[in-house]
């Protein structure tokens, strides 16, 4: 974004952000207009332009704001005066357990972040998987590994797609017309037995 976008009220800065992201979300980057994101915003094209480069510096922009949010919502959720729990599936229960919220009081973002891992054109989609791994790797740096079985990094990876793919399936459902409230026990159970399937093993 240019420096000019910093400079300007509150309010069209959240009108802005608010009109990238329900066009993503809604459209994908690469069905996205930036007519569409002007026209939400109430701006002309020319007005856009004075505060981005292009699409993609739009994109890019939104996509570290809402793993930002994300991931400031989760710290500011830990306990106080604590870290999250050394154990990284403990650490997972507990993020799990918070991130399900942030989904529910942020649903705009949310559809966003889950709209911005089906980006089909190579180079985004490795920016999109990049920034993701390096606010996830944040949250785990503290963990303590020393008790697994496996590999650092195969444990994380796991933990990674488990991840991806409850937060997405949650989205789903919620899109599906699912009450809020349903949708989150279910994610929830979800959790409880994936952690309990990699905490004692399948046999």
């Known amino acids: 974004m240019k420096e000019t976008f910093f400079n300007i009220s509150e309010d069209k800065k959240r ?13 994908g980057y690469e069905k996205t207009s930036l007519d ?14 004075e505060y981005i480069e292009s699409k993609k510096d739009l994109f890019t922009f939104i996509l570290n704001y809402a793993y930002e949010e994300l991931f400031t919502y989760i710290q500011n959720k830990k306990p106080a ?12 229960r507990s993020i799990s357990s918070i991130a399900v919220d942030f989904y529910i009081q942020s649903p705009e973002i949310i559809s966003f972040i889950v709209a911005s891992s089906q980006v089909g054109e190579a180079g985004i ?14 949250l785990y740096e503290s ?8 590999h650092k990094d195969q444990v994380l990876n796991l933990l990674k797609w488990l991840l ?14 699912g009450e ?18 990699l905490k004692d093993g399948m046999y």
Do not use: M
Not at 15 to 27: C, G, N
Not at 128 to 136: A, E, I, N, P, T
Not at 164 to 177: A, D, L, W
């Open 81 to 92: 005066d604590a870290d999250f729990p050394k154990d990284p599936l403990e650490r997972t």
């Open 36 to 49: 569409a994101v002007i026209s939400r915003v109430g701006i002309s094209k020319g007005g856009l332009y």
């Open 15 to 27: 009108r802005v952000i608010d009109a990238a992201l329900t066009e993503f979300a809604s459209s």
């Open 164 to 177: 991806i793919k409850t937060r997405n399936v949650f989205q789903e459902s919620v899109v599906s017309g």
């Open 180 to 197: 809020k409230n349903e949708c989150k026990e279910k994610y929830l159970n979800e959790w409880k037995f994936y952690l309990k399937v």
């Open 125 to 138: 989609r490795n920016h999109v998987l990049d920034v993701f791994d390096s606010y996830f790797l944040k």
């Open 143 to 150: 963990s303590d590994f020393s008790s697994a079985k496996f």
